[in-house]
């Protein structure tokens, strides 16, 4: 059927098109190859601190290259790579979520006054990877995902916006949240870290 | 002058870089007053830079999911339909629904020159531009003309109102200076010198500082220096400022050179 729309639109092309078809096919595989497969280290990463299942957060990726070359068509090259896998993997992420769950994920409020006080000056270099991981896995998913956007992946909030089709000034009282939950966790334990070093 | 409730406010912002000029300059003022506010970001980006570490420097095996992509999109049926249309394109649109795509698109690239030229006309694209520039020149070793005469580099540098002694600042200990050229980074002249440790090669970009803070997330501080660091692509570009000097260092992303180089900048510089 393809192959009669082809011929109807330009005979002349008929000789060549099985050559046509599968160089064009793939250049696409080379192009995506190059803008695309470089990430998988990045989306594997988030994927398994949001999942927290390695399988699961395999398929999650598997889904956004798929996803991401069924679209390709439409991805502008020389445009931000990254934050447009960032964005399919987060959807795909939430129609997991919501066809595992009937109810929506709530982000606890929390005042972004200065109730909790971690320690002014913790430079947390007493704290190992363990306990910086643990901490991370103990936020909601939300801030977790803000943490791991901004922080880990180094994307702008303005990125972060885009990635998860949120106002920015969400974003930015999100991961102020984020990040005084995470030193509010963090400063405890580098005091006791600082002490038992000291002993 | 802006209050702590407004610096807190806007700290995402100013961690990352995106501040425009006149914001980030409000808040480097309040800074310098408020010894609780600088407490509080210099802890945030001292944890924020042990974040990433931890956690981008965990070892992730990505073999298993290549395999199976490279698997899946040779064999995906869609490549049929795919495969008969032109590359980055797709269906024909009414031709009405195009004269609206071309007029949104016009507004917002006036709305996006006039941004850049009021908010960020040096922003991110320096660092996308020099990881660009270091692949071609130093990775791929396009041939170039080089200069790699003391008194050449010096004048060069010179030339563009930077002290002639100050790409050889850097030049001690393992890193020995290669070669020197100008070249242009988002529009505007650095000086680009090669270093090598003798294994590797490394870019750093100089050019006399504007008013205009670096774009990025502080990675950490140095000599009273804020370093700032991105990965675009196979690249790692770290960034500082000095008194005089905006300083971009750019190496292979894997090798922690750049970190490593711009820590010694702060310093040397």
Not at chain 2, 27 to 51: K, N, T
Request: charged share 25%; glycine share 6%; net charge positive.
């Amino acid at each position: 059927m393809v192959l009669m729309g082809q011929a109807a639109f330009s005979d002349q092309c008929l000789p060549h098109l099985p050559e046509l078809t599968s160089s064009t096919v793939n250049q696409r595989q080379n192009e995506f190859e190059s803008v695309a497969i470089s990430h998988a280290p990045s989306l594997l990463r988030v994927a398994r601190r949001l999942a927290f299942d390695p399988a699961i957060a395999e398929d999650l990726v598997q889904e956004t290259f798929l996803r991401a070359w069924r679209s390709f068509d439409q991805f502008e090259p020389g445009t931000n790579a990254r934050a447009w896998l960032f964005r399919i993997l987060f959807n795909a992420f939430y129609a997991q979520g919501r066809k595992s769950r009937s109810a929506p994920l709530l982000v606890p409020l929390q005042p972004l006054a200065r109730e909790i006080s971690p320690r002014i000056g913790a430079d947390f270099s007493a704290l190992d990877g363990a306990m910086l991981g643990a901490a991370l896995d103990d936020l909601s998913v939300e801030h977790r995902t803000v943490i791991l956007l901004a922080v880990v992946e180094g994307f702008t909030c303005r990125e972060l916006a885009e990635i998860l089709s949120l106002p920015i000034g969400t974003v930015m009282s999100r991961l102020s949240r984020a990040r005084r939950s995470l030193r509010a966790m963090l400063a405890p334990q580098e005091s006791r870290a600082l002490r038992a070093s000291a002993k | 002058m802006m209050d702590c409730n407004e610096v807190a406010e806007i700290a995402p912002l100013y961690l990352s870089g995106e501040l425009d000029r006149e914001r980030a300059s409000a808040v480097d003022a309040h800074l310098r007053f408020c010894a609780s506010c600088m407490g509080e970001i210099e802890s945030q980006a001292r944890l924020d830079a042990r974040m990433r570490e931890v956690i981008a420097g965990e070892r992730i095996d990505v073999a298993g999911v290549e395999r199976w992509i490279r698997a899946r999109i040779s064999t995906d049926p869609r490549n049929k339909v795919a495969s008969i249309l032109p590359l980055h394109s797709k269906s024909r649109p009414h031709r009405k629904w195009v004269a609206v795509a071309v007029g949104v698109a016009a507004v917002l690239l006036l709305a996006a020159l006039g941004y850049r030229g009021l908010v960020s006309p040096h922003g991110a694209r320096v660092y996308a531009d020099a990881a660009r520039d270091h692949q071609r020149e130093v990775v791929e070793q396009e041939p170039r003309r080089w200069l790699s005469d003391r008194a050449s580099i010096s004048a060069l540098a010179q030339g563009q109102g930077i002290a002639g002694s100050a790409p050889f600042a850097l030049s001690s200990g393992p890193y020995h200076l290669e070669r020197a050229r100008l070249c242009f980074l988002d529009g505007r002249v650095y000086l680009h010198v090669v270093y090598t440790d003798g294994s590797r090669e490394f870019s750093v970009y100089f050019h006399v500082r504007g008013s205009q803070p670096l774009p990025g997330s502080p990675r950490e501080i140095e000599n009273g220096r804020i370093l700032r660091t991105s990965v675009l692509g196979a690249e790692e570009v770290a960034s500082l400022q000095t008194k005089d000097l905006t300083v971009l260092v750019v190496s292979d992303r894997y090798s922690g050179d750049a970190l490593q180089v711009a820590r010694l900048a702060a310093t040397a510089l």
